[in-house]
């Protein structure tokens, strides 16, 4: 990939017509499932859902991906053997459809993760959300973009960092984080008399609102995947925030044989960040 910039890079254009057509396919998916409410759906080996519509994505972008740049190899669900990825030094990370309970519950709240990974760090990140029509781009030390559909064209618009108020925040909980350890961080934030209200949001359809300042931190103590994280990070580092591990270090891919991410704290500026990790040491300390 090039590092001219970002708007004019003939790569991107092409990455980012292919997210469009994703988004179209998906919504294709998603429109005739809330019509007819026939959806194949099957589980994977950890049990989560996976759907045609997954698999048509899945398909989509590598296809797609193999013809944008032929020698950057592509990992995702679908393709992540260590035996295969162990020496990767730059590579495509996707997934094609992240929120697939969010589209089996027709909340809409799914999105379409692509990220390049170049030794480990986010080079370029890309999301997609379907549902608006709407895409958020970024590439290391260039601006962030939102790319709205209007009709045939495509509207970039770069965007500004929110302003940032450390007296409230606004905190995503996903709608599945019943676990006492979320108890356990809100109230550490109480016992530090710091304000904040939720706002319950799925997959990284969180992300998004964070770039938009919707939300100011993202704290998430269950299991995810690398492909779930990458192209988030990507975005919140251009905006002064990122994704990191509870001892305040950012996340790096494909660094392991597994792809499992540990504990961690997702913030739209890093102002928050310190504070945010005080109260998930907490959290985390008392139900040890």
């Known amino acids: 990939m090039a590092e001219n910039s970002i708007v004019s890079n003939p790569a991107v ?48 972008i590598e296809q797609e991906l193999k013809k944008i740049s032929p020698l ?40 379409v993760n692509i990220a390049l990974i170049r030794h480990g760090i986010v080079e370029l990140a890309i999301i997609g959300i379907p549902t608006l029509k709407r895409m958020y781009l970024t590439q290391k030390n260039q601006p962030l973009y939102r790319i709205d559909e209007a009709g045939d064209a495509l509207v970039w618009q770069d965007i500004t960092p929110k302003p940032v108020h450390l007296n409230s925040w606004q905190i995503a909980i996903s709608r599945r984080s019943e676990w006492k350890v979320y108890q356990q961080f809100k109230q550490a934030l109480h016992d530090r008399q710091q304000a904040f209200d939720c706002n319950n949001a799925g997959s990284a359809y969180k992300f998004c609102l964070m770039l938009e300042g919707q939300i100011d931190v993202y704290p998430r103590f269950h299991p995810t995947s690398e492909w779930d994280t990458a192209a988030g990070q990507g975005l919140l580092e251009a905006i002064g925030g990122g994704v990191y591990d509870l001892q305040g270090r950012p996340f790096a891919y494909n660094q392991r044989h597994d792809l499992l991410n540990g504990h961690f704290m997702a913030v739209r500026h890093n102002d928050f960040l310190q504070p945010a990790l005080e109260a998930a040491h907490q959290a985390v300390k008392a139900l040890t």
Request: glycine residues 2%; negative net charge; aromatic residues 12%.
């Open 13 to 60: 254009q092409r990455l980012v017509e292919l997210v469009k057509a994703v988004n179209h396919l998906l919504c294709e998916f998603y429109q005739d499932y809330q019509q007819n409410q026939v959806l194949q759906i099957s589980s994977k080996a950890d049990e989560s859902p996976v759907t045609e519509a997954d698999m048509a994505a899945h398909h989509l």
């Open 72 to 111: 950057i190899p592509v990992l995702s669900e679908e393709s992540s053997d260590y035996k295969l990825r162990f020496d990767w030094h730059e590579f495509w990370l996707v997934d094609p459809l992240d929120g697939t309970r969010e589209f089996i519950n027709k909340t809409g709240e799914f999105t």
